[in-house]
């Protein structure tokens, strides 16, 4: 039995909504998982560590002050916008613990199982035993091995100066590789391939990179994320549902970012509310 730790906020109807849905649709495995709730930092709720335009300051911020930092708990290059931060936060909490020796999983209040048998498949041949447990298209559900979320917490709690602004485990995770910052050695990955055009998830045990070129085992992807098509989601940030250009990660490629999500028709939900 896995434990799985499952963000929300519970004061927010909407991230309610989404909590209900998940849990059903992870039903059909409650043979492997037990998923516990546990409330997510907000942007409210945010401890702050860098006021307003305090270091560190990271290499994006604007000379002309336009780009101003706002008062923030990760520094460096991370993203400074409220949502970003908040989210990161959350995850952050239930990486120290994996940091510290625990193994679980860690589940986003959207996760939406939609493939059962690929799912139970990819559970079985690899929680556990790859460094980076990636089984759906996005970060909705994931465990990482002691050793990467040390590096991942280490990180962020003293965050470098990289090219741009970074957001989400998976941005960082994707650095440390595209950077070279990490020993490959024994390394072994379990991730989506959407980066070059291709709706899969593949095993590498040698290269996070080549894992998101489908280089190795592939598999349909288990895990998505519910979309209300009225409410999104809830933080500010704005996802384009049509084809999202890559080439800011240095690929000449697109995909269509509306797979990555089950679209629910919120209506009604809407008008309870």
């Known amino acids: 039995m896995i434990d799985c730790y499952i963000i929300v906020d519970y004061n927010n109807p909407v991230s309610l909504k989404y909590l209900e849905l998940s849990?059903?649709?992870?039903?059909p495995v409650s043979d492997l998982l037990k998923i516990t709730p546990v409330q997510c930092t907000t942007p409210k709720t945010l401890p702050i560590r860098y006021g307003r335009n305090e270091p560190p300051i990271p290499s994006y911020v604007a000379r002309d002050g336009k780009d101003y930092l706002r008062p923030r708990y990760f520094g460096g290059s991370f993203d400074d916008t409220p949502a970003y931060q908040a989210i990161m936060h959350s995850?952050?909490?239930?990486?120290?613990?994996?940091?510290?020796?625990?193994?679980?999983?860690?589940?986003?209040?959207?996760a939406a199982l939609v493939n059962e048998d690929s799912f139970r498949r990819m559970i079985d041949l690899y929680w556990d035993k790859v460094d980076f447990f990636l089984p759906g298209a996005c970060m909705e559900f994931y465990g990482m091995s002691q050793r990467l979320s040390q590096w991942v917490v280490e990180t962020l709690e003293d965050f470098p100066f990289w090219n741009g602004r970074i957001t989400g485990p998976f941005g960082i995770v994707y650095g440390f590789f595209k950077r070279n910052l990490i020993d490959l050695d024994e390394m072994s990955f379990l991730v989506p391939t959407k980066q070059y055009d291709q709706d899969l998830i593949c095993y590498n045990d040698q290269n996070m990179l080549d894992a998101l070129k489908a280089q190795g085992e592939t598999f349909p992807p288990a895990c998505k994320q519910f979309m209300f098509v009225n409410a999104r989601n809830t933080s500010s940030m704005d996802y384009e549902l049509d084809k999202l250009n890559m080439e800011h990660l240095g690929h000449k490629v697109g995909y269509e970012w509306s797979r990555d999500f089950v679209l629910i028709d919120d209506s009604n939900f809407l008008l309870d509310n």
């Open 91 to 110: 995850h952050y909490l239930l990486m120290q613990r994996i940091a510290k020796g625990e193994k679980i999983a860690i589940m986003e209040h959207d």
């Open 23 to 27: 849990l059903e649709s992870f039903e």
